[in-house]
Structures are given as C-alpha cells and as structure tokens.
C-alpha cells in the first residue's frame, strides 16, 4: 500500500531536523545576542587539539597552520580608549587605564559553551604574554547576567580583571554578531580583532602578530 504524501514529507523533515540537532554542536562559536547581524563574510575554522607552548616567549609555529591565512582574516584598527565599561571583578575600573598599555580583550557571553570552552586557553596565553608586557580582561555581553558571570569566572578559575559590556560599546564597535572575539592590541593602541577561536590556530596567529609587533 502506497504511503500518503504527506507522511512522507513529514517523516524526511523530522530526518532532516534530526540530522541538523546532531551537527549542531559542531559549531565553533555562538551568537552574540547584544548583536544581530553577523558580520559579512565571517568563515568558520575548526578547532584542533592543544599543543604545548613556549612560556617564555612566542615562538613561530611548525605546523600546517597558515598563519598569514588567519591574520588577513583579522580585523585591524586603534582602539577607543573612551568605551564605557562597567568593572565586575578584579583592580581595574575603566578601559582608559589600559591607553599605552599591550593588552588582549576576550568578549564573552557566560552562557555560550564555545566561550567557556575557550576562555581558558586565552587566559593561559595571556599568562605567557604578561612576561612581554601585556595585561588580559575578559569582557561580559550586556545580556550575560552577574549570576551567569560569577560561574563562569568560578568554574574556570578567572583571575583577570572581569568587566560587562552594558551599555553595548565594544559589541557595536569591535563585535561580530558572534562570540567569543579576541581583541590583541600593542601599546599604541593598534589592534587585530580574532573570531571563530580555535587552540591552535588563533593561539599561534596571535603570538606572530605579537613578535612582528616586537
């Protein structure tokens, strides 16, 4: 007996939906709810496993990574040292303090896993970037509430400076419509703005970036 049209358009789409749910997690970053609309052209890079890391100083990667791939893919330009920020943890009260100083900006939303997931290879390279100069903040979406805020800080043990994005400034200015997004700056304010983290590549763009600064 021939089955009805319509239970066979049905039993493809809920295929299809279970087909979408189970590639879902697959995604390397989420949606930035303080900002809408994606940025134009944004590519998406696979994230890899860690490798270990020169702690002194950055060194350039042996690999198959293309670094210069993954810089021309950054966003460059001077930071606004104006920003309004509200402080959340840690000794600093406003970005001004930061003008002249090298600096790595990771913004966060608490609840997104892609972020939880990366922020603590972030803060590790921060760690090593400090014995170069650079000072690490970590920077909350204006929806994350200071609930969702103070757990993620606690379960990944943050111990940079922790600031909320409430007014909206840095995801209008320096937001992607996803995150995380890693803002590196050097001491004139100059800047390279890194999406999609991945350990591996982003990690070793980011220290070449540092050494041809230096």
């Not at 972030?122 to 903040?137: A, C």
């Not at 992607?176 to 991945?198: C, L, M």
Request: aromatic share 10%; hydrophobic share 35%.
């Amino acid at each position: 007996m021939q089955k009805p049209m319509f239970f066979v358009s049905l039993t493809k789409t809920l295929s299809l939906s279970l087909l979408i749910g189970l590639l879902g997690g697959s995604f390397t970053y989420c949606k930035d709810q303080a900002k809408a609309t994606p940025e134009k052209g944004k590519s998406e890079i696979p994230a890899k496993a860690a490798k270990t890391v020169n702690p002194t100083k950055p060194a350039p990667v042996k690999s198959d990574v293309n670094i210069d791939s993954v810089l021309a893919l950054t966003q460059s330009g001077t930071l606004d040292y104006n920003v309004s920020l509200k402080p959340f943890a840690g000794s600093h009260k406003n970005f001004g303090e930061f003008k002249g100083k090298k600096l790595i900006l990771f913004y966060f939303s608490a609840t997104c896993p892609h972020c939880q997931e990366s922020f603590p290879h972030v803060q590790k390279l921060g760690d090593e970037l400090t014995q170069q100069g650079f000072t690490t903040i970590a920077v909350a979406t204006s929806n994350s509430t200071p609930h969702d805020i103070h757990k993620f800080m606690a379960e990944r043990k943050s111990h940079v400076s922790m600031f909320q994005d409430a007014e909206r400034h840095v995801a209008q200015k320096y937001g992607t419509g996803y995150v995380p997004v890693i803002i590196v700056a050097n001491e004139k304010g100059e800047y390279k703005r890194f999406s999609n983290f991945d350990e591996v590549k982003t990690v070793a763009a980011i220290k070449e970036q540092v050494n041809r600064w230096n």
